[in-house]
C-alpha cells in the first residue's frame, strides 16, 4: 500500500513562495491520481491539487495561477509549487492518493505571516 510523506513546509512572508515534496513508498506512484490536500486552523481538510498519471492537473478556485502540482514517477515524488503565499493558505498540507486517500501522513506545516 503506497504511502507518502511530506516535507518543505515553514514560515513564508505574504506573497513569497514555498515548494512542498512527497515522496511516496510502497510503490505504484505512477499509476494513481495523487493530491494536494490541507487543513487550515478550525477546518476541514480541503482538496488543493491534482495530477493524473499522465500530468494532468486540477486546482481549487482559491489557489489557481498561484500554485503548481508536478510529479517525477522516476523519483516517486510529487510537487507543490506556491507562490504569491496568503495567510489564508496557512496549514498543514499532506499528499496522498485521489479520489480514496490512504491513511494520512504527519503532513508539512505551511505558515504564511508577516
Known amino acids: 500500500q503506497v504511502q507518502f510523506v511530506e516535507s518543505g513546509g515553514g514560515l513564508a512572508q505574504p506573497g513569497g513562495s514555498l515548494r512542498l515534496s512527497c515522496v511516496a513508498s510502497g510503490g505504484g506512484l505512477r499509476l494513481y491520481v495523487v493530491a494536494w490536500y490541507r487543513q487550515g486552523p478550525g477546518k476541514q481538510r480541503e482538496l488543493v491539487a491534482a495530477?493524473?498519471?499522465?500530468?494532468?492537473?486540477s486546482y481549487v478556485d482559491t489557489v489557481k495561477g498561484r500554485f503548481a502540482i508536478s510529479r517525477d514517477n522516476a523519483k516517486n515524488t510529487v510537487y507543490l509549487q506556491m507562490n504569491s503565499l496568503k495567510p489564508e493558505d496557512t496549514a498543514v498540507y499532506y499528499c496522498n492518493k485521489y479520489p480514496t486517500p490512504n491513511g494520512w501522513g504527519q503532513g508539512t506545516q505551511v505558515t504564511v505571516s508577516s
Open positions: 495530477i493524473s498519471s499522465v500530468g494532468i492537473t
